[in-house]
Structures are given as C-alpha cells and as structure tokens.
C-alpha cells in the first residue's frame, strides 16, 4: 500500500481460524428479559429513594425475575438507582412494570461520581409509559459511558409504582475492533518540506473493520477509521490484540494476546498519479455587479399588455436597459463540491 493511503494491515497466522473474525458489533437493544448476555445490571447493588416494606427492595428489579419487584411507599414517586461498579457503554434499557403500580412518566440519569448527574432520557407518554406488568425496550441511540444510573418517577399509576425488571444492556462481547490496539508516531505538523514537519508524536490509529482477507488463506484484513490512516507515520507500528477483548480462535482454542512491532516496507512517500480526491468547500458573502439588462416597474399607468395578463393581477411594464448603471447584490454559494484530481508525487 502507499502511505498515501494507509488505511489497512494484514496479519497472517500460521494455523487456520475459526469462527467468525468479523468482530462483534453493538447489539441492538431488545430481546426484553430474555437479552441476558447485554444485561450489564445484574444484581448489580442498588438502591431507592422510597422503598415500600421488605421484600421490595430496590436490588428486585435488578435479578432479571418477573416474580420480585421493587416498590416503594404507599404512592410514592421516588427514584431507583443501580452501580455498575465501573463505566460500562449502555446502550440502552428494558423495564417492566411491577403488579402493585406503574410509571406513567420518568427520566433516566447517569453519573459517573453518584454526584453529577446527567440527562440521558425522558420519557414521552404515550409512547413509553407502562402499563401495569408491561415492557418497555429504550434504546439511547449510541453508546453511553457511565457507573451509575437512576430513573426517577414523575407521574404514576396505582398504589406501589415500581419495577420488576430493570436490564441496562451493553455490548454483546466487545468485538475485533476495540480488541486490537494499532500505535505509531507521526510528525507533529505535516507541511512539506519535511524538515518542518516538526518532531515525532504519538498515534493511535482506530480499528474500523476486521475482516477475513478476501484472498490469502489464515489472515484477517483490519481496516483503520477515516481518521485514524497512518499515512503520516513515520518508522513503526506496533499492533496489539487484547484476547479478553476478541474472539479470535483457531483449532487450538483462543488466539492469546500478542503485540507486534514492524516497519511496514512500502510507507514512503510516493506517486499518487490522477488519484481522484472529492473535498467540500464553501464560498459565502460573495458580491456581483452587473449591468442590468430589463427592470419591469409596476405602475397605474394605460395598460399595453392586452391579451397577455388580465389588468387586476399586472399593471403596465416600463422596460429600461441603459450601460452605465450597475447594481450590486448579495449572494452565496453552499455545498460546493471540488472534483480535484493529484497530478503531483505526494501523497493526497
């Protein structure tokens, strides 16, 4: 590959793989209850502002069983938090509301010091209010990094309004992409010539995509994010897997963890010939003067316009033209795309 790309590496091993090396994504949120696997608040600690009698404690609605619950006092509107015991990515959650009442309204916050919370959701009625023992499946939108996190109830129906499962889901498993860790340095600027590029930083280059190599036997193909290319890098990298963090396996079992350092061959600056590149631009407050050619100036005057426009809706036309008066106005241009293509030898 040429520096000028720098988006992918190969990686081949000396034993056939097995299984899937695609990597786990995100799960989408669902499955209610039965979605064990991104239930990152299992019997996790618990607890709640009101709590009804024993039996109902706040830690009911964390143990993925229909049959306990939490409740609290006699109509209370109160609030149920749970601990993860550290940051998780939360993706979303599934509640089901208990036997004895249910939330009509409620908000979703998340901290990660139990002190400072933040506004994750709230919930709109009638879309994702309960009904007495039902399920409601929120899903965030994207990931959410935190420890704690509360629901707090606003409006209420029945005595005891509470909750018999409350599952925050996570990722099924982490996946291939955040199991392997790509690092290398680059110069701090990236002007040319390069006695001006500066002195050498630290990269980390983000793992997009880890595929099967579409044409070599035991080798996985990983794909860098848009902005995570080493074009820049200058010596070597160092490629990291985190077996806690993948699945890669072969017939001997778990691939284990392995960091490689090498100095890719062919990263040098390099011909990128009528390479085509598309970038966005954007030209605003941009001023012409003209010479204007027709006015049309609406008046009460005699009406020569027979047969073309009825009277009531276009009065007579004056039309004036004249080479020494000029007008200036006011425009923009959004959106602008450049089609360039690199006809020099560096990279794009």
Known sequence: MSKGLGTKIAIKFDKALTGDVSGLTPTPVGGYKTDLDSNVSLNKPAAAGLTRTTGYEAGKAFDNNEATQWEPTYRGL??????????????????RSGSGGYALGYYIEASN???????????????????????????????????????????????????????YH??????????????????????IPSEVLGPLVDGDYEVASVEAHPTEFNTILLTMTGMGKFRNLEGNLTVTYDMTKGNLAGLGGAVLSFEEVFTPADLERMINPYLEEIVSAEIADLELSFIPIVHIVLGDGPYPNTGMRNEEDYQDGIFYSGPENYETIAASITGLEIDLIHVDDLDP
């Open 113 to 167: 010091d139990d002190t400072n919370w933040d506004l994750i959701y709230t919930a709109t009625y009638p879309d994702y209010s309960l009904g007495s023992q039902a399920y409601v499946t929120i899903d965030f939108g994207e990931e959410k990094n935190y420890r704690y996190w509360r629901i707090t109830i606003t409006h209420r129906s029945g005595n005891y309004p509470g909750f018999s499962i409350v599952n």
């Open 78 to 95: 109160t609030w149920l938090k749970v601990d993860l015991e550290s940051a998780q990515d939360v993706m979303g959650v599934t509640l």
């Open 170 to 191: 996570g990722k099924v498993g982490i996946g291939n992409e955040e199991a392997f860790t790509i690092a290398g340095q680059e110069p701090l600027y990236t002007e």
